[in-house]
């Protein structure tokens, strides 16, 4: 895109008839200058935020209130069916997001996810809440996020200029430290003082919130979510789904996708591998918090927000982090590793606090390196696909990596688990720094085409 004429006056780039904003106005925030993104953002900030409330919340009344015997087994159980979602239905989130206004999609997935948590919150209120409802309500929960993610990473070059993408990417994952900080800061403290039913409950006027603002959100004449075709599932001879001379394009399988991105298939595979010991982490934090620390609500609540709190600042900070994006991700699983592993050996609130903050900043900084970079790698047409098959591929461990964990913690000590987290980050590590030799494609074109 050209540069404005001049500083203060915002001028149509020709070729695409958007507006460059004025100097000033370009040095607020994206999600204060931009306020169809910030409206966005900010609805996925509320609904992961309650999804990620609800799945420590509800591990928290596993481990401490509802089961006598196995709690690591019934928590590993709960993560691992909040993960089932994301896997099972990547070629359906694929089509949906690909063939459906975006906006429709947002505003179905938080409205749907409100009404499942309404539903919960009202059984909870009647009487004792059994296990399979509380399990039930989580996989309603992912599903409905198994939809919402990937639409919005997909939207982000509809709502943004292209060189806000990065800056976009970064508020997106952002998203996820967001929730993890405030999510999992309420979630063991209302199930202490609130119990499942007041939880249910803020997790409906969580996802009923961001419906609403997704609502009044106008995305980009042209995108499959055009303003001006609000209520039509595709519009005509725009989006993903057409070709440059306005045909519908030949929809690509998954498979076709990743086969045709060799550079990209390999790093998702690092991911995958480092993501089985790495998402365990949710599964060891109330174990180790009852059986290490003798800690409560409070406890859980500070060890996720540090997690969540470095997460942020990674978030925000990983696009100033010098270096091929292969060599930061291979640092930061090194690092990440070595985090994971000092609590293992010291047993301290601080130490484990310390320990999941610098994990957790690692997350960012990956997050925004290579998120920012298949944004550019992947064709347009792709993306839809792409995305939900990004989101299936790292997510396929977690179901194993939750279960494994949470029946290993029935018969080791949480410290073990520690150690053993970080041992399993070291083969992934090294795995990415082989690709440090290889050359990585141009960007793909606007249009697609390769």
């Keep these: 895109m050209s540069a404005p004429s001049a500083p203060s006056t915002p001028r149509a780039d020709d070729a695409t008839g958007r507006t460059t904003p004025p100097a000033r106005e370009r040095r607020l925030p994206l999600v204060l200058r931009n306020r169809a993104f910030g409206a966005v953002w900010l609805g996925q900030v509320l609904t992961q935020a309650a999804v990620?409330?609800?799945?420590?919340?509800?591990?928290?009344?596993?481990?401490?209130?509802?089961?006598?015997?196995?709690?690591?087994?019934?928590?590993?159980?709960?993560?691992?069916?909040?993960?089932?979602?994301?896997?099972?239905?990547?070629?359906?989130?694929?089509?949906?997001?690909a063939r459906i206004a975006h906006r429709s999609v947002l505003r179905a997935a938080a409205g749907v996810a409100g009404a499942a948590a309404a539903a919960l919150a009202a059984w909870a209120w009647t009487g004792d809440l059994p296990l399979p409802a509380a399990y039930a309500a989580a996989l309603a929960l992912a599903a409905c996020q198994?939809?919402?993610?990937?639409?919005?990473?997909?939207?982000?070059?509809?709502?943004?200029?292209?060189?806000?993408?990065?800056?976009?990417?970064?508020?997106?994952?952002?998203?996820?430290?967001?929730?993890?900080?405030?999510?999992?800061?309420?979630?063991?403290?209302?199930?202490?003082?609130?119990?499942?039913?007041?939880?249910?409950?803020?997790?409906?006027?969580?996802?009923?919130?961001?419906?609403?603002?997704?609502?009044?959100?106008?995305?980009?004449?042209?995108?499959?979510?055009?303003?001006?075709?609000?209520?039509?599932?595709?519009?005509?001879?725009?989006?993903?789904?057409?070709?440059?001379?306005?045909?519908?394009?030949?929809?690509?399988?998954?498979?076709?996708?990743?086969?045709?991105?060799?550079?990209?298939?390999?790093?998702?595979?690092?991911?995958?591998?480092?993501?089985?010991?790495?998402?365990?982490?949710?599964?060891?934090?109330?174990?180790?918090?009852?059986?290490?620390?003798?800690?409560?609500?409070?406890?859980?609540?500070?060890?996720?927000?540090?997690?969540?709190?470095?997460?942020?600042?990674?978030?925000?900070?990983g696009a100033r982090v010098p270096g091929r994006p292969t060599v930061t991700g291979a640092l930061c699983l090194g690092l990440m590793a070595v985090a994971l592993a000092l609590p293992g050996l010291f047993a301290a609130r601080p130490v484990f606090a310390g320990c999941l903050a610098v994990a957790g900043w690692c997350v960012g900084v990956v997050g925004v390196r290579f998120v920012a970079l298949f944004q550019r790698l992947v064709p347009?047409?792709?993306k839809p696909g792409f995305f939900a098959v990004m989101q299936a591929v790292l997510g396929a461990t977690f179901p194993a990596g939750s279960l494994l964990?949470?029946?290993?913690?029935?018969?080791?000590?949480?410290?073990?688990?520690?150690?053993?987290?970080?041992?399993?980050?070291?083969?992934a590590a090294c795995a990415l720094a082989l690709l440090t030799g290889r050359s990585a494609p141009e960007p793909a074109p606007a249009g697609g085409a390769r």
């Design 146 to 317: 198994a939809f919402f993610d990937p639409c919005l990473t997909t939207s982000v070059p509809e709502l943004v200029d292209d060189e806000d993408i990065e800056a976009a990417t970064g508020f997106e994952l952002s998203t996820q430290s967001l929730a993890g900080l405030g999510g999992a800061l309420l979630g063991a403290l209302i199930v202490d003082r609130a119990g499942v039913a007041g939880l249910a409950a803020g997790c409906a006027a969580a996802y009923v919130t961001a419906a609403l603002l997704i609502t009044g959100v106008r995305f980009r004449a042209g995108s499959p979510g055009d303003a001006r075709t609000p209520d039509d599932h595709t519009a005509p001879g725009h989006g993903p789904a057409a070709a440059d001379d306005g045909a519908p394009a030949v929809p690509r399988t998954l498979r076709r996708i990743l086969g045709e991105l060799p550079y990209v298939r390999r790093i998702l595979l690092c991911f995958t591998a480092a993501n089985l010991f790495t998402t365990a982490v949710f599964v060891v934090i109330p174990l180790y918090t009852r059986s290490v620390l003798a800690g409560g609500g409070g406890t859980v609540a500070l060890l996720e927000a540090s997690l969540g709190i470095g997460t942020l600042v990674g978030s925000f900070t």
């Design 405 to 427: 964990f949470g029946f290993a913690g029935d018969h080791l000590s949480a410290q073990t688990l520690c150690l053993a987290q970080a041992a399993g980050l070291v083969p």
């Design 380 to 382: 347009t047409a792709d």
């Design 52 to 97: 990620r409330m609800f799945q420590v919340g509800v591990s928290w009344w596993l481990v401490a209130y509802a089961v006598d015997g196995g709690q690591g087994l019934a928590s590993g159980v709960l993560m691992a069916v909040s993960t089932l979602p994301a896997v099972a239905l990547a070629p359906v989130v694929a089509r949906a997001v």
